[in-house]
């Protein structure tokens, strides 16, 4: 009795869904398009956003220029957004709000753009560049709509875009210091601590390109030597005025000795030369 009452309830929900699966196909392929137009904003209202994102895209450009052009373009974006397909929200929203500026969907249209363009920023340690082009879509919503109810959430988002952008700029200086490229390491972690004064890795980033300026000069030519190595005492000056706790101290105090016996060996043996 149990089997067949489960039985029963398996056909039933198969055949709901043939049904529906039926109904929607012709949908699909009627070519009545006021019928396929309310059929998608049923779809839409019900959340079945799959089905009203295939009518939508099927209608759009038959109702072009009628009233219902305007709500059909923005349901067929958020449908999308719903469904988390963020390249073709953004997309979508994007040519929304740039066909419609005075619409009353405008504002909410032009943030669900940067707002895809956010959910579509990739993880730190790929590229970088939908990441960039979120931030830019982010501030240039606030500057269109500065009272916006959304202004704040921008302000959220546009800091979480650029801690990515920090770490990965970060990581990226670290790298060419695991890869010992020496100048390549000192360059990017002082354009870092350029880019990012109040990061919290600025103390690790000022250890570390004073260890590889050290390593650098001690891998240059003997006429670059000297210099290098007065680059990396007034590195390490720089450090300690900043870091004069840091738990590196005693690592850069040592580098720091290193260098000054070094140049002033130098020194002395260009004052002997002189003199002879």
């Known amino acids: 009795?149990?089997?067949?009452?489960?039985?029963?309830?398996?056909?039933?929900?198969?055949?709901?869904?043939?049904?529906?699966?039926?109904?929607?196909?012709?949908?699909?392929?009627?070519?009545?398009?006021?019928?396929?137009?309310?059929?998608?904003?049923?779809?839409?209202?019900?959340?079945?956003?799959?089905?009203?994102?295939?009518?939508?895209?099927?209608?759009?450009?038959?109702?072009?220029?009628?009233?219902?052009?305007?709500?059909?373009?923005?349901?067929?974006?958020?449908?999308?957004?719903?469904?988390?397909?963020?390249?073709?929200?953004?997309?979508?929203?994007?040519?929304?709000?740039?066909?419609?500026?005075?619409?009353?969907?405008?504002?909410?249209?032009?943030?669900?753009?940067?707002?895809?363009?956010?959910?579509?920023?990739?993880?730190?340690?790929?590229?970088?560049?939908?990441?960039?082009t979120a931030i830019e879509a982010m501030q240039t919503f606030i500057n269109a709509y500065p009272g916006s109810k959304y202004k704040e959430k921008c302000n959220e988002i546009i800091a979480l875009l650029r801690a990515k952008l920090e770490r990965k700029a970060y990581e990226n200086a670290e790298l060419y210091s695991h890869k010992e490229d020496y100048k390549a390491a000192v360059v990017a972690f002082e354009n870092f601590q350029r880019s990012y004064p109040d990061s919290d890795y600025n103390e690790r980033a000022a250890y570390l390109k004073l260890v590889n300026a050290y390593n650098l000069a001690k891998s240059s030519t003997e006429a670059k030597k000297r210099e290098r190595y007065e680059s990396t005492i007034e590195y390490y000056e720089n450090f300690i005025d900043k870091y004069a706790k840091s738990r590196y101290l005693r690592e850069a105090e040592n580098i720091y000795e290193a260098c000054v016996k070094i140049v002033g060996e130098a020194a002395g043996a260009e004052l002997q030369s002189t003199k002879k």
């Open 1 to 132: 009795m149990q089997n067949s009452k489960y039985l029963l309830f398996i056909l039933f929900i198969a055949g709901v869904f043939f049904s529906s699966c039926s109904k929607f196909t012709k949908l699909q392929k009627s070519t009545n398009v006021e019928e396929k137009y309310q059929a998608a904003v049923n779809y839409y209202t019900k959340k079945d956003y799959n089905k009203a994102s295939l009518l939508f895209e099927e209608i759009i450009p038959l109702i072009q220029g009628t009233p219902e052009a305007e709500r059909a373009q923005f349901y067929l974006a958020n449908a999308h957004f719903q469904q988390r397909d963020y390249i073709l929200s953004a997309h979508y929203f994007k040519k929304f709000y740039e066909t419609y500026s005075r619409s009353e969907f405008a504002e909410e249209a032009m943030y669900l753009y940067a707002y895809s363009l956010y959910e579509d920023s990739p993880s730190y340690n790929l590229d970088q560049t939908n990441t960039y």
